[in-house]
């Protein structure tokens, strides 16, 4: 079965560089879901969309920004990158059709390592 | 805005131990939700199981089984004849019926030796 596609899977910035994180949900999934995980840490949850609206949005840094695209795709932007930036970033879709309590599906994240 | 707590945050047992995993949640709703996922080395958030708020039933699954008690806000997860494979990170996450935001519990990084 289809599983929620992230690319890249690993990325070097430098600091202050510019970076975007796609994210493909699984097909129907109607929400989207970005979270941060530092080293060490729980998951922390960023943005998420529901049908192509932003529905939530928790400690994302006003340097990132992100969208969910008309094929229910997200990307999540991040400029003005900093080292404590660096961690593992991963995206979760859901058919939530305006509800929560499902379970969410989490791709493989995209390890942004920040020079 | 809701809490989780996971006390452990590291725990080491020998194959085929059973092991129980703590998880004590905090929120105002009545309506919320329960889950448990597991991340092993490679990384990556693997879902193992939801609850809901007015489902107290306990639930075996194989080795794995979970026990939900809204009377001491818990929900703890037992693994039962631990093996290697099950070396990972387990967190306990919340979300309420209102609130994108899921919550996770710090972690418990749990080591099966051989």
């Known amino acids: 079965a289809a599983g929620v596609i992230q690319s890249p899977r690993h990325l070097i910035k430098e600091k202050r560089e510019t970076a975007t994180l796609k994210c493909y949900p699984i097909p129907r999934h109607d929400t989207v879901y970005w979270y941060q995980q530092g080293p060490g840490q729980d998951p922390q949850f960023l943005i998420s969309f529901y049908e192509k609206m932003q529905s939530d949005k928790g400690s994302i840094p006003d340097r990132f920004s992100a969208q969910q695209f008309s094929d229910y795709h997200s990307e999540l932007n991040m400029s003005s990158l900093e080292l404590g930036d660096s961690a593992l970033y991963f995206c979760?879709?859901?058919?939530?059709?305006?509800?929560?309590?499902?379970?969410?599906?989490f791709g493989e994240g995209s390890r942004l390592t920040v020079l | 805005a809701q809490k989780v707590t996971q006390a452990q945050t590291e725990i080491s047992v020998v194959e085929k131990e059973d092991v129980t995993l703590d998880c004590v949640y905090e929120t105002r709703d009545t309506t919320y939700y329960l889950f448990w996922y597991k991340q092993p080395p490679s990384g990556e958030l693997v879902f193992l199981i939801r609850?809901?708020?007015?489902?107290?039933q306990n639930e075996i699954s194989g080795r794995y089984s979970w026990n939900f008690q809204k009377s001491t806000s818990s929900f703890n997860f037992t693994i039962t004849a631990s093996q290697v494979v099950d070396s990972a990170v387990y967190f306990c996450?919340?979300?309420?019926?209102?609130?994108?935001?899921?919550?996770f519990g710090a972690g418990t990084r749990l080591t099966v030796k051989p």
């Open positions: 979760a879709s859901t058919l939530n059709s305006g509800r929560n309590g499902g379970e969410l599906f």
């Open positions: 609850r809901n708020s007015f489902d107290e």
């Open positions: 996450a919340l979300s309420e019926e209102f609130n994108n935001d899921m919550r």
